[in-house]
């Protein structure tokens, strides 16, 4: 069966309470079951995995070589600030698809960068947390292909 891992970085285990009128209010439990019925349906695993540290996001991201198909990434703040994911993700080749809940863009200007986007095969951002459920349709496809 094909694998993908979505992965959640810093703060996203506070989704549906941390600021409920920029992140919406589903929580992060809402989101990975939701994930997991259109998995089943597409007849791919979903794995999930979320951190608030870095190199457990790293090391979550090395661990999947070998057996995850694609990866979801929501890194959130670490979106701005990391080379050692930036790293991990190139390091293992799995191609991967990165998400945010909100249009970052439209957001302070230090959110305007990503270390992720330039490696990433498509970016989704502003969609809620709908953008989960677009990148994991996406994926599907361009494992079906």
């Known amino acids: 069966m094909k694998q993908i891992l979505v992965i ?9 309470t941390r600021e409920p009128h ?13 994930l997991d019925k259109i998995g089943a349906e597409l007849g791919i695993k979903v794995a999930h995995f979320q951190s608030n540290y870095e190199g457990a996001i790293v090391d979550c991201i090395q661990a999947a070589r070998g ?3 694609w990866i979801i990434i929501n890194a959130g703040a670490f979106t ?6 930036r790293d991990a993700l ?7 698809v990165e998400v945010h809940i909100s249009n970052v863009h439209a957001r302070e200007t230090f959110r305007h960068h990503s270390y992720l ?6 970016v989704i951002v502003g969609l809620g947390t709908y ?4 990148a994991l349709r996406f994926c599907a496809r361009e494992l079906a292909k």
């Open 8 to 16: 959640n970085g810093v703060n996203l285990n506070l989704l549906g």
């Open 22 to 34: 920029i992140y919406g209010a589903q929580t992060l439990a809402d989101v990975s079951i939701h």
């Open 67 to 69: 057996n995850t198909d």
């Open 80 to 85: 701005h600030t990391s080379v050692a994911i």
């Open 90 to 96: 190139t390091g293992v080749a799995i191609p991967f």
């Open 117 to 122: 986007s330039d490696k990433a095969a498509g």
């Open 131 to 134: 953008g989960y459920e677009a």
